[in-house]
């Protein structure tokens, strides 16, 4: 269940970043890439991830089921601290502007990167390494850090001085 809310999650967030992007003016590099990074940062990495990491805090077995791990793991509570941890960057990109876009981006984009790998491992353990798996790892985990770096070149923050 928790694999299509967020598959779904990820097209209305891409969805509702490529609207905005097709009525504003200038459409330069520079702003398709920031207006991209924020998107994802606030709509995929931010809130969704804020409310995880709550929800998985308060209820850990029902998360941990959820997100396809084995109940009564402590690394469950590990990871909601870690995207309660994530997630606060993410979210002050909603403030904060220019070079600080860099930090969160990074983040997210080296930790969906890695959970690509780890989904991938765990399936091929598993011996159900199927196509639709394949294809819903790829577009919830891989395609983000994709994205991500995508939208951080994109943005020319990379080559600004703080």
């Known amino acids: 269940m928790g694999e299509v809310l967020f598959l779904h999650l990820m097209l209305l967030v891409i969805l509702a970043a490529c609207i905005h ?3 504003m003016k200038p459409r330069t ?12 940062l606030i709509g995929y990495c931010g809130i969704p991830m804020l409310v995880l990491g709550i929800w998985a805090l308060m209820r850990p077995d029902a998360a941990a089921a959820t997100l396809g791990f084995p ?4 690394l469950m ?6 995207f309660l941890a994530m997630s606060i960057p993410s979210l002050l990109t909603l403030w904060y502007r220019g070079t600080f876009l860099i930090a969160p981006a990074v983040l997210w984009a080296v930790f969906f990167a890695g959970a690509t790998l780890i989904h991938l491992q765990d399936f091929h353990h598993k011996g159900v390494m199927t196509h639709g798996g394949i294809i819903h ?3 919830t985990h891989a395609l983000i850090s994709i ?4 939208g951080l070149l994109a943005s020319g923050l990379l080559k600004q001085r703080t």
């Open 21 to 23: 992007l097709g009525v």
């Open 29 to 40: 590099p520079q702003r398709f890439g920031q207006i991209l990074l924020r998107y994802l």
């Open 71 to 74: 109940a009564g793991n402590p």
């Open 77 to 82: 509570e590990f990871a909601a601290m870690a």
């Open 137 to 139: 790892i790829f577009a």
């Open 147 to 150: 994205l991500l770096v995508v």
